[in-house]
Protein backbone atom coordinates (compact mmCIF):
# COMPACT_ATOMS: atom_id res chain seq x y z
CA UNK A 1 0.00 0.00 0.00
CA UNK A 2 1.53 3.78 -0.83
CA UNK A 3 -0.35 6.79 0.46
CA UNK A 4 1.00 9.99 0.00
CA UNK A 5 1.37 12.72 2.63
CA UNK A 6 -1.79 14.28 1.11
CA UNK A 7 -3.68 11.01 1.32
CA UNK A 8 -2.14 10.41 4.89
CA UNK A 9 -4.04 14.51 6.10
CA UNK A 10 -7.11 13.71 4.97
CA UNK A 11 -7.74 10.93 7.22
CA UNK A 12 -9.01 11.48 10.86
CA UNK A 13 -7.03 9.71 13.18
CA UNK A 14 -9.36 7.91 15.87
CA UNK A 15 -8.15 5.92 19.43
CA UNK A 16 -9.62 2.47 18.79
CA UNK A 17 -10.54 1.37 22.34
CA UNK A 18 -12.31 4.90 23.17
CA UNK A 19 -13.64 5.94 19.88
CA UNK A 20 -12.52 9.60 20.77
CA UNK A 21 -10.75 11.53 17.77
CA UNK A 22 -7.92 13.39 17.80
CA UNK A 23 -8.07 15.31 14.41
CA UNK A 24 -6.12 15.04 11.58
CA UNK A 25 -1.87 14.76 10.84
CA UNK A 26 -0.19 17.75 9.86
CA UNK A 27 2.71 16.26 9.23
CA UNK A 28 5.02 13.14 9.62
CA UNK A 29 8.84 12.01 11.10
CA UNK A 30 10.89 10.47 8.68
CA UNK A 31 14.54 8.35 10.17
CA UNK A 32 16.58 9.40 7.29
CA UNK A 33 18.96 6.98 8.58
CA UNK A 34 16.96 3.95 8.94
CA UNK A 35 14.68 4.90 6.00
CA UNK A 36 11.18 4.89 7.95
CA UNK A 37 8.66 6.71 9.43
CA UNK A 38 8.82 7.15 13.24
CA UNK A 39 5.74 9.59 13.94
CA UNK A 40 2.66 11.40 12.89
CA UNK A 41 2.02 14.90 13.64
CA UNK A 42 -1.19 15.91 14.82
CA UNK A 43 -2.25 19.74 15.01
CA UNK A 44 -4.81 19.99 18.15
CA UNK A 45 -6.77 23.01 18.55
CA UNK A 46 -7.03 24.33 21.98
CA UNK A 47 -9.36 27.20 22.96
CA UNK A 48 -6.71 29.63 23.16
CA UNK A 49 -3.42 28.01 21.18
CA UNK A 50 -2.64 24.68 19.11
CA UNK A 51 -0.70 21.69 20.68
CA UNK A 52 1.23 19.53 18.54
CA UNK A 53 0.72 15.90 19.52
CA UNK A 54 3.07 13.11 18.37
CA UNK A 55 1.88 9.42 17.61
CA UNK A 56 5.00 7.13 17.27
CA UNK A 57 4.35 4.75 14.20
CA UNK A 58 4.40 1.62 16.09
CA UNK A 59 0.81 2.44 17.68
CA UNK A 60 -0.58 3.44 14.28
CA UNK A 61 -3.13 0.07 14.00
CA UNK A 62 -4.54 0.31 10.93
CA UNK A 63 -5.02 2.87 8.01
CA UNK A 64 -8.57 2.24 6.35
CA UNK A 65 -10.64 4.71 3.49
CA UNK A 66 -10.75 7.44 5.75
CA UNK A 67 -9.83 6.60 9.24
CA UNK A 68 -6.29 6.24 10.64
CA UNK A 69 -6.70 3.67 14.06
CA UNK A 70 -4.19 4.36 16.37
CA UNK A 71 -4.37 1.87 19.91
CA UNK A 72 -3.58 4.36 22.31
CA UNK A 73 -3.62 7.94 23.53
CA UNK A 74 -0.94 10.17 23.20
CA UNK A 75 1.33 11.52 25.82
CA UNK A 76 1.10 15.16 25.64
Known sequence: MELSLECLTE??????????????PKDI??????????????CRKGFFNKEASRIPWCDVER?????????REPKC
Open 11 to 24: KEVVVTCTGRKLGY
Open 29 to 42: IINCERGCVEALVL
Open 63 to 71: IGEDIIWIC
